[in-house]
């Protein structure tokens, strides 16, 4: 981002509100962009949408090529300026941001340039800024490390408004701005990133402070190597241990070594200085047969006489999409979920305790809460996770499916750096997770900590999908996971204890007082009015709730069901049966297809296809195919996120009304708890409240003084 279009940006806030310094800053962009921005601020008073935004939206719901819009290179600011006036949703800026990236239309580290020399300016933007800025060295391995070196250099020499207002600090004009000092810890982190070999020997003598922030920046396969160096040093400097309330006090007194737990992963060798203790052979029955030798010094050198400090982190989770929480004890430390944001491919943040997690434990399948485990397991890490076998067929699934649209989607340019994207789409990760996988039952508790049980119960949300009581000496804890105590046709309904220290909570519909219509007598008056039916939905999970509720309302006998691409097969591989408890119905017949062509997609035909929000695939291919046969109905029946095809087809976007001629139904089909059920549940929790996977404003929309929000505690502390 230069300097000019930022000040242009600026002026066309002024201008709006009569400031006449724009009319001299615009001559400093081509005329062309300047027609562009005067056109958005001319016409985004909110009474109708010009041209351009209209091309926006195309662009976003798949319709054009992104290439096509006139003046691309404008796109940027433009879109600010949209975002900033409430045109364009949270959802929408990241999206084109990361379409801009990806498309290699503007480089990444415009943007970061943009972020760091600007955010503090900008209004009603600081948190999309604050979120990118933290996941830009996903997209580009070598800008980010220099700015974020030159930001480490105003933090440990200055004041942070120091830095602030160094706002003509660009890539272009850094030269001679930049101290000795500055140049030395960028010449460190080039040296990292092409002589990772060396490590020793180039960050030897580099103080502590610095390299540990530089831990958020170097390249993900030479953070584990830092930090083990980083610990190592620390530990050595530990002169002899006398008991474990010596060594915790001499942990606690570092600001490094505090944030993590005494365990073997973090001071190796050193732990044996501790006194041991006997095992119980109560205790060894919970932990899982193949870990007892590896993992037995971890009980012979705890000491349970000690009060076990119990703190609680969130990569990830504060909102829908990329779930992830750490919770760490004396001795270890938990994971549990590692997602991935579906809209824009976004990972947990990267703490540098994920290098030394014990275990970790996946809720269930769904992209945002397994989608980055192959980030995760790279270098063919030894970690292992614990999840029901049904979880583990489906993750096996996405994660390979993932890996084949990341590489069908993205230029070959973007496998040469080391980017998360890279690692999302490595096959050799996602064989590396799966063979670190271990199968949990429900209702058995397993130990993988001294002091800790895990006990899976069932979730009511998805095939396998669990929640998990945390039992760490005596303290309770809930993580429901995507939970649904009502059920759904074809999953009962979760039923967990409430009597419970903490309850970490999915809070997907809270706040809301909604009912749900009986979904079979909502596609009945579908198939009476039909000629054939559409009906996009998630592969997993919402495909085979439809399936089900088809079979119940029998119209498999007359007509002809299709599931296409990942749906069938989840089907097949599952060896799903659907059958009435009072009645046994056997097995739905379908045919499972790859894709289906609109030729193919006859009358008294239902295609059940992916891609549930219209964006693509075979149900975005047949909606355009019947575009103006008004006797095919198209069924909505999940989450359509704002803004997607879907979204404005479901609100009557005037331009879709005129094209789009279908009958649209909306059936209410969620594996997610009701609104009315969650805050019964919310109201029964005995003891803390925190509140994950939420949209935006639902806290707002029902504020309480005892349910508490990830981004305020971070970390959470429970003692």
């Known amino acids: 981002?230069?300097?000019?279009?930022?000040?242009?940006?600026?002026?066309?806030?002024?201008?709006?509100?009569?400031?006449?310094?724009?009319?001299?800053?615009?001559?400093?962009?081509?005329?062309?962009?300047?027609?562009?921005?005067?056109?958005?601020?001319?016409?985004?008073?909110?009474?109708?949408?010009?041209?351009?935004?209209?091309?926006i939206r195309r662009v976003l719901w798949n319709e054009i090529e992104l290439d096509t819009l006139p003046n691309l290179q404008a796109l940027f600011p433009i879109s600010i300026i949209l975002y900033h006036d409430g045109i364009l949703s949270d959802t929408d800026f990241k999206v084109l941001m990361n379409m801009l990236i990806r498309g290699e239309i503007i480089e990444s580290v415009h943007i970061c340039n943009f972020i760091y020399t600007h955010a503090n300016k900008l209004e009603n933007i600081n948190d999309w800024l604050s979120f990118v800025k933290t996941q830009f060295s996903d997209y580009n391995s070598e800008h980010p490390n220099l700015l974020r070196s030159?930001?480490?250099?105003?933090?440990?020499?200055?004041?942070?408004?120091?830095?602030?207002?160094?706002?003509?600090?660009?890539?272009?004009?850094?030269?001679?701005?930049?101290?000795?000092?500055?140049?030395?810890?960028?010449?460190?982190?080039?040296?990292?990133?092409?002589?990772?070999?060396?490590?020793?020997?180039?960050?030897?003598?580099?103080?502590?402070?610095?390299?540990?922030?530089?831990?958020?920046?170097?390249s993900w396969t030479l953070r584990s190597s830092v930090l083990t160096f980083l610990l190592d040093r620390l530990v050595k400097n530990i002169p002899g241990i006398d008991g474990y309330e010596d060594l915790e006090s001499k942990m606690e007194e570092d600001p490094i070594l505090s944030e993590f737990p005494r365990s073997l992963e973090v001071l190796?060798?050193?732990?044996?200085?501790?006194?041991?203790?006997?095992?119980?052979?109560?205790?060894?029955?919970?932990?899982?047969?193949?870990?007892?030798?590896?993992?037995?010094?971890?009980?012979?050198?705890?000491?349970?006489?000690?009060?076990?400090?119990?703190?609680?982190?969130?990569?990830?989770?504060?909102?829908?999409?990329?779930?992830?929480?750490?919770?760490?004890?004396?001795?270890?430390?938990?994971?549990?979920?590692?997602?991935?944001?579906?809209?824009?491919?976004?990972?947990?943040?990267?703490?540098?305790?994920?290098?030394?997690?014990?275990?970790?434990?996946?809720?269930?399948?769904h992209l945002d809460h397994s989608g980055s485990f192959p980030i995760l397991y790279q270098n063919n890490r030894k970690l292992p996770w614990f999840a029901t076998k049904p979880t583990r067929i489906l993750s096996e699934m996405l994660w390979y499916d993932t890996s084949n649209?990341?590489?069908?989607?993205?230029?070959?340019?973007?496998?040469?750096?080391?980017?998360?994207?890279?690692?999302?789409?490595?096959?050799?990760?996602?064989?590396?997770?799966?063979?670190?996988?271990?199968?949990?039952?429900?209702?058995?508790?397993?130990?993988?900590?001294?002091?800790?049980?895990?006990?899976?119960?069932?979730?009511?949300?998805?095939?396998?999908?669990?929640?998990?009581?945390?039992?760490?000496?005596?303290?309770?804890?809930?993580?429901?996971?995507?939970?649904?105590?009502?059920?759904?046709?074809?999953?009962?309904?979760?039923?967990?204890?409430t009597d419970v220290d903490l309850a970490i909570f999915d809070g997907t519909y809270y706040g809301k007082h909604e009912t749900r219509p009986d979904p079979i007598d909502e596609l009945k008056k579908v198939f009476d009015s039909s000629d054939r039916v559409l009906i996009p939905a998630f592969s997993v999970g919402r495909s085979q709730e439809i399936l089900y509720a088809l079979k119940k309302l029998g119209v498999d006998k007359t007509w002809n069901i299709f599931l296409t691409g990942m749906a069938g097969r989840v089907a097949k591989n599952l060896n799903l049966v659907f059958s009435d408890p009072k009645k046994d119905v056997g097995v739905i017949p379908f045919s499972s297809v790859r894709?289906?062509?609109?030729?193919?997609?006859?009358?008294?035909?239902?295609?059940?296809?992916?891609?549930?929000?219209?964006?693509?695939?075979?149900?975005?291919?047949?909606?355009?195919?019947?575009?103006?046969?008004?006797?095919?109905?198209?069924?909505?029946?999940?989450?359509?996120?704002?803004?997607?095809?879907?979204?404005?087809?479901?609100?009557?976007?005037?331009?879709?009304?005129s094209k789009f001629s279908q009958k649209l139904h909306n059936i209410s089909l969620s594996g997610h708890t009701p609104g009315n059920n969650l805050n019964e549940f919310v109201d029964d929790v005995k003891g803390k409240k925190v509140m994950v996977h939420a949209p935006k404003g639902a806290y707002q929309s029902q504020a309480r003084d005892d349910v508490l929000l990830p981004s305020k505690i971070e970390p959470f502390p429970l003692i």
């Open 268 to 365: 190796g060798n050193k732990i044996g200085e501790l006194p041991p203790q006997t095992i119980d052979t109560g205790i060894m029955a919970k932990i899982p047969s193949e870990f007892i030798q590896p993992w037995l010094p971890k009980y012979v050198f705890s000491k349970p006489e000690i009060s076990q400090k119990i703190r609680i982190y969130f990569p990830g989770g504060d909102g829908i999409g990329h779930s992830a929480i750490i919770i760490r004890t004396n001795e270890g430390m938990m994971l549990f979920d590692f997602g991935l944001s579906v809209v824009n491919s976004t990972s947990p943040r990267w703490l540098p305790l994920l290098e030394k997690v014990d275990a970790v434990f996946l809720s269930h399948a």
């Open 150 to 218: 030159v930001e480490l250099y105003f933090l440990h020499t200055s004041d942070i408004s120091d830095f602030d207002n160094e706002a003509e600090i660009s890539i272009e004009s850094f030269g001679d701005s930049i101290s000795p000092e500055c140049i030395e810890l960028i010449n460190k982190v080039d040296a990292l990133l092409s002589r990772p070999d060396f490590i020793e020997y180039t960050i030897e003598g580099t103080e502590n402070p610095i390299l540990w922030e530089l831990l958020y920046w170097v």
């Open 405 to 497: 649209i990341i590489k069908r989607n993205y230029p070959e340019s973007y496998f040469k750096k080391d980017t998360n994207l890279k690692k999302l789409g490595s096959q050799s990760n996602i064989l590396n997770v799966m063979n670190n996988y271990n199968e949990i039952k429900l209702n058995s508790p397993v130990s993988v900590l001294p002091q800790v049980e895990v006990t899976a119960h069932s979730a009511g949300h998805l095939f396998g999908s669990t929640g998990f009581e945390i039992n760490i000496a005596g303290k309770r804890l809930l993580y429901t996971g995507d939970f649904n105590t009502s059920g759904t046709q074809m999953l009962k309904g979760a039923s967990f204890d």
């Open 595 to 657: 894709t289906m062509d609109g030729d193919e997609f006859k009358e008294k035909s239902i295609v059940i296809g992916g891609q549930g929000m219209l964006q693509a695939g075979t149900s975005r291919k047949l909606l355009e195919y019947t575009a103006e046969d008004p006797k095919t109905s198209v069924v909505l029946c999940g989450y359509q996120a704002p803004n997607t095809l879907g979204y404005w087809l479901g609100n009557k976007h005037p331009n879709l009304v």
């Open 1 to 55: 981002m230069k300097i000019a279009e930022f000040k242009l940006y600026q002026s066309i806030r002024n201008y709006k509100t009569g400031n006449l310094i724009f009319k001299e800053l615009v001559k400093e962009i081509p005329p062309e962009i300047r027609e562009s921005l005067e056109l958005i601020v001319n016409n985004s008073d909110g009474s109708s949408e010009s041209d351009e935004i209209l091309q």
